[in-house]
């Protein structure tokens, strides 16, 4: 299969790919030294037509691409969607739609939690796939037939592993189980959370909220300073030095010298200088201006033994739905069922998920069904 670089041969085969109702569609990418993935190859295929699409060759436009990508009337079909949904909204500011990932559908189908492609595709078709080439460096040029071969495969088997999923999610009438979940896949907000949300993401280590108010500040400043420079946010300052610089309240380049967690000598950059900004405007915020600091929550005595009979009866739902636990409901779930019983506000308790699972856990919540081992087996049985 020889790799697309001309524009013309590009606009040939999206046109030709265009009038299928679906595409399988994979990127290969480097990301190890940037905030952003570098797009270095993309890969489609329909049942009749494939394509290797060189993004990196002189003069390339992705721009049918991108139109492909926001044509409702085709399906894009992904595994493990997430990355790739990424990388096409960060270079063409649109999330694709309509939207199948196969790795969700395979869950709902049974095939277990977060299986992986080449897993999904012996499953299924009964063919191995060559891995060797996974972990090779996508920008070099020229690309060897053998990495060609294994790009090439990551779409040509999704056509027939997304027909399977399909028509078995049709035959049990599960399709509108998939529809829920590719509504957060496709959230814009997904791949474009606010800066001001970066804290969010670290491991709370702090005790005061004066501690939490310059997290919250180094973290928001450390996201817009790596998207800016386009590298990771480690190399920006580390997850570590935020939460001694939180502790320490360093307000001048002496100060942020002593720290364990930065470099010797970077306290004299102009990076360090535009860090100590941010620090001391939040050491300054008057009281009443403070974060609160996350409540925790005193759980009602007997919740982890609640927690650990409920994921027993999710094990027992899952196998007799034939589908993966994860989909019905998180550990997180789990808990809040466990600590509030109908006042948990998770996904468990809503839409299907409520009806495949979340009553049996209320059930099993106020007693009104339990548990017993009989003959070799956990089976539910009503207490009334």
């Known amino acids: 299969m020889p790799l697309i ?14 009038r299928s109702d679906f595409v399988t569609i994979d990127t290969e990418f480097i990301r190890e030294t940037t905030f952003w993935p570098e797009l270095c190859l993309v890969q489609l295929a329909s049942p009749d037509t494939t394509a290797l699409i060189d993004p990196l060759a002189p003069g390339i436009d992705l721009a049918p691409f991108f139109r492909l990508m ?13 990355q790739d949904i990424e990388i096409i909204f960060h ?25 992986s492609y080449d897993q999904l595709v012996q499953k299924v078709t009964g063919e191995r796939i060559d891995k ?29 592993v997304y027909r399977h999923l399909r028509d078995r999610l049709e035959r049990d009438d599960r399709a509108h189980w998939l529809n829920e979940e590719m509504q957060v896949l496709t959230a814009r907000e997904t791949y474009d959370p606010h800066p001001d949300d970066a804290w969010k993401r670290l491991k709370m280590r702090v005790k005061k909220p004066q501690e939490l108010a310059v997290v919250q500040a180094v973290a928001a400043w450390r996201e817009r300073e790596a998207r800016e420079r386009n590298v990771p946010r ?46 001391n405007e939040a050491l300054d915020l008057p009281k009443e201006s403070l974060p609160k600091l996350p409540r925790h929550v005193q759980q009602p005595e007997g ?26 409901a998180s550990s997180d779930d789990i808990d809040r069922i466990a600590a509030r019983g109908e006042d948990a506000d998770v996904p468990a308790m809503h839409g299907w998920r409520r009806e495949v699972f979340g009553e049996k856990a209320l059930a099993l919540v106020r007693g009104d069904v339990a548990l ?13």
């Open 70 to 82: 926001g044509d409702e009337r085709t399906i894009k079909v992904f595994h493990a969607a997430r």
């Open 234 to 279: 480690g190399r920006v300052i580390k997850d570590d030095a935020i939460y001694e610089i939180a502790q320490q309240g360093p307000r001048d380049a002496a100060a942020l010298a002593r720290l364990r967690t930065t470099p010797r000598g970077w306290e004299r950059s102009a990076t360090a200088n535009a860090l100590l900004a941010v620090v």
């Open 303 to 328: 919740t982890s033994a609640a927690a650990e009979l409920i994921k027993v009866l999710l094990k027992l739902v899952a196998e007799e739905e034939g589908v993966a636990p994860k989909v019905l």
């Open 5 to 18: 670089t001309r524009q013309e041969d590009l606009e040939n085969v999206l046109e030709r790919l265009a």
């Open 132 to 160: 060797s080439s996974r972990f090779t460096d996508w920008r070099h040029r020229p690309l060897s037939d053998k990495q060609l071969d294994y790009a090439l495969a990551d779409v040509t088997h999704l056509v027939d």
């Open 372 to 384: 017993k081992f009989d003959k070799r087996r956990i089976a539910v049985f009503d207490t009334k």
């Open 91 to 115: 270079l063409g500011d649109l999330i694709p739609a309509p939207v199948f990932d196969t790795q969700v559908a395979a869950m709902v189908c049974g095939f277990g939690d977060s299986v």
